[in-house]
């Protein structure tokens, strides 16, 4: 395997990322107009919900051809990429957010309203995106780090920060604006050594650029 210079790799998976999503956007907008996944905004206008999906799908689609690049021409170890973990996050967050803007019902919100809910019996889409989220984080953690605190610490960190995105997902593409200058302000701090392990981060990320105009 060969590896490329400096912030190489992180710019392919952005750019990958982003052009990839934004071809799966518009192939699937005649989809997403359907009523299954029309949803009124705070403006009381219809717009699609589910589309974090796209993202899922990008991420993966790239991560595929860069597996098969890898292995047919040895270009990048893909064990100094981080796109596995990266990748497995945002596909199980992605899915729990699917099912949870499809099927929510009733005034359950927050943590609060979730746990209540379960407290009572019954589980809310909400409550399992909680459940399932908290479980994933666990899940994926030890792939990128060892022990148990840091095990815990990396969990929270992963679930935490799932649900500040779902705070900051209440007007358009808010949420990856926000998420577009953390990235810009990790890349920019890292070394070259670092930036390998965040060309996961630069794939989803990108992904989410790739819908920002849209979303916007």
């Not at 148990?148 to 900051?168: D, E, F, M, P």
């Not at 997902?169 to 670092?194: H, I, N, Q, S, Y």
Request: aromatic share 10%.
């Amino acid at each position: 395997m060969v590896t490329t210079p400096d912030w190489t790799a992180l710019v392919i998976g952005f750019v990958a990322g982003a052009v990839v999503a934004a071809v799966l956007w518009t192939t699937l907008r005649p989809t997403f107009s359907q009523p299954l996944f029309l949803r009124q905004n705070f403006r009381g206008s219809e717009v699609p919900v589910g589309a974090g999906v796209v993202i899922v799908v990008a991420s993966i689609v790239v991560w595929a051809v860069w597996n098969f690049v890898a292995e047919a021409f040895g270009w990048l170890d893909l064990s100094l990429l981080g796109l596995e973990p990266i990748v497995l996050v945002a596909a199980g967050f992605g899915l729990l957010g699917l099912f949870d803007d499809l099927a929510a019902t009733g005034d359950d919100k927050g943590f609060r309203g979730h746990l209540g809910a379960l407290a009572h019996g019954r589980l809310t889409t909400g409550g399992l995106k909680l459940l399932g989220g908290g479980f994933l984080a666990v899940a994926v953690t030890p792939m990128v780090m060892s022990g148990w605190w840091r095990l815990l610490l990396g969990a929270a960190v992963i679930a935490l920060g799932a649900n500040l995105g779902n705070l900051l997902d209440r007007a358009p593409a808010r949420c990856t604006k926000v998420a577009l200058v953390c990235g810009v302000a990790l890349f920019a701090t890292c070394g070259v050594a670092e930036a390998y392990a965040l060309v996961g981060v630069a794939v989803v990320l990108g992904a989410a650029v790739g819908l920002v105009f849209f979303d916007a």
